[in-house]
């Protein structure tokens, strides 16, 4: 079946520290995992994403690993800062991407302290 | 250039009325999708147009429907309200009906529905 799974839900670290976010997912044909940042009031904004011909993309203060063996992706943010605060989503793509549906996580909110 | 829009951003109906949502994609884009958002059920995706056809659907009762127009505008519209359909509908839009790189949806803010 169709499920990704996000954790934590609730995320809460000082402003500098890093922030990890793992997510699972279940269809194995899955081959593109995007994240999304959602603030209050607004729709979920892309921030990264990567294609599961590769293990890890990073870009400036944001990282995305995948492990395809483990069906296990991570998003990881480093030297955070209070405007990272938001609700972060992972999905992934429903079978191999010939469609425009995306699988999503539960979400974590993310609380950086100043 | 410009992103997604959607219009209302808000809605309040009663129980057991209609209601429409517009989405507008970017310009370009010729494919959109339709989510709903819940604190309990997360996002869930409704129903994906591309060329004027539904090409994907969720799994959502047939008082969901939806449409595309020449121009890659859509609307969703869902009759007989229930109080569950109160929510957060979420278009993205896409420049073809995948997902991938150089090929990402963006969202728009979304229309907040209520259900009294």
């Known amino acids: 079946g169709e499920n990704v799974e996000q954790h934590p839900s609730t995320l809460s670290v000082q402003e500098g520290d890093s922030a990890v976010i793992k997510c699972t997912y279940s269809?194995?044909?899955?081959?593109?995992f995007p994240w999304y940042k959602q603030e209050l009031g607004k729709g979920p904004q892309l921030i990264i994403d990567?294609?599961?011909?590769?293990g890890e993309k990073k870009d400036q203060r944001i990282a995305v690993t995948l492990n395809k063996t483990a069906k296990h992706f991570s998003l990881h943010i480093t030297e955070t800062q209070p405007e990272d605060s938001a609700v972060y989503f992972c999905a992934a793509s429903y079978g191999s991407g010939n469609t425009g549906k995306l699988i999503f996580g539960q979400g974590t909110t993310l609380q950086v302290k100043p | 250039k410009a992103g997604v829009t959607q219009t209302p951003r808000y809605l309040i109906k009663t129980r057991g009325q209609q209601v429409t949502l517009s989405c507008s994609p970017i310009s370009g884009h010729r494919s959109v999708s339709w989510y709903q958002q819940t604190p309990g059920q997360g996002l869930q995706f409704l129903f994906e147009?591309?060329?004027?056809?539904?090409?994907n659907k969720g799994n959502f009762p047939g008082r969901f429907s939806g449409r595309q127009f020449s121009n890659s505008r859509s609307e969703m519209n869902v009759s007989t309200l229930e109080l569950g359909d109160s929510a957060l509908y979420l278009c993205?839009?896409?420049?073809?009906?995948?997902?991938?790189?150089?090929?990402?949806?963006?969202f728009g803010p979304g229309t907040r529905l209520t259900v009294l």
């Open positions: 993205a839009s896409s420049l073809r009906p995948t997902v991938g790189r150089g090929n990402e949806q963006f």
């Open positions: 269809d194995s044909a899955s081959n593109y």
């Open positions: 990567i294609r599961s011909n590769v």
């Open positions: 147009y591309f060329s004027e056809t539904q090409r």
